[in-house]
């Protein structure tokens, strides 16, 4: 079946404790992507990478790391997180230019 | 504010009316992409309409693009309970596979 695949699917963490989101897909596709989402302020990108070893910032990078070493997975990475990255966390991917496909959401708390 | 953005924020009507959203954008795009969120569960992709395309359907959904006035809109006919979620337009940047999503409309059918 084709699919994104995030975990954790819910993680509560306290401020400082580094911490990563995987992300992995099976639809061999290039394109991938991390959004956070918030209430009233819609979907975030926070990086993409348009290919193996390609990353990019997106609108909201401050605080986050990605890599892209392979080209199914795409960790997202908080090095010493903060309670204003508590949110809701999307990875997706698609072919370039395509449709996104999204995983089901990493739901992070950060106290 | 966020590249898409869509209106109304939240619609509410009866099973069997049409729904009407639209979106609006800023900047020349490649596609203009529809996705509904069911409430905290990963997007689902409706509908992609090229920017030299001027309508889509997709059964019970149509979709609209104007680009001289930088917008579009989705149509959702003979609506039902289960059409209740949120939906999010999405620009396609003319440069590679980068989407910018809008804040979303909270769509609420009434049984």
């Known amino acids: 079946e084709a699919q994104v695949t995030q975990n954790p699917r819910y993680l509560i963490t306290v401020t400082g404790k580094k911490l990563t989101v995987t992300c992995s897909q099976n639809?061999?596709?290039?394109?991938m992507s991390w959004y956070r989402q918030d209430p009233g302020l819609g979907l975030r990108q926070i990086y993409y990478?348009?290919?193996?070893?390609?990353?990019d910032k997106g609108d909201v990078p401050e605080g986050y790391k990605v890599s892209r070493k392979e080209k199914r997975n795409f960790p997202l990475i908080l090095e010493s997180p903060s309670p204003n990255q508590t949110s809701l966390y999307f990875c997706?991917?698609?072919?370039?230019?395509?449709?996104?496909?999204f995983g089901e959401g990493s739901r992070l708390t950060v106290l | 504010s966020q590249q898409g953005e869509e209106d109304p924020q939240a619609l509410s009507i009866q099973e069997g009316e049409n729904a009407t959203m639209n979106c609006s954008y800023k900047t020349s795009i490649n596609n203009l992409q529809w996705y509904r969120q069911n409430s905290g569960r990963g997007l689902v992709h409706l509908i992609l309409?090229?920017?030299?395309?001027r309508e889509k359907h997709s059964g019970r959904l149509r979709v609209t693009l104007d680009t001289s006035k930088k917008s579009s809109s989705l149509l959702i006919t003979a609506s039902r309970a289960a059409d209740t979620a949120s939906y999010f337009c999405a620009r396609g940047e003319t440069s590679g596979s980068r989407l910018t999503f809008g804040e979303g409309t909270q769509l609420t059918v009434n049984p």
């Open positions: 997706a991917s698609s072919l370039t230019g395509g449709e996104l496909f």
């Open positions: 990478s348009m290919n193996v070893e390609v990353t």
């Open positions: 639809m061999n596709h290039e394109y």
């Open positions: 309409i090229r920017s030299n395309e």
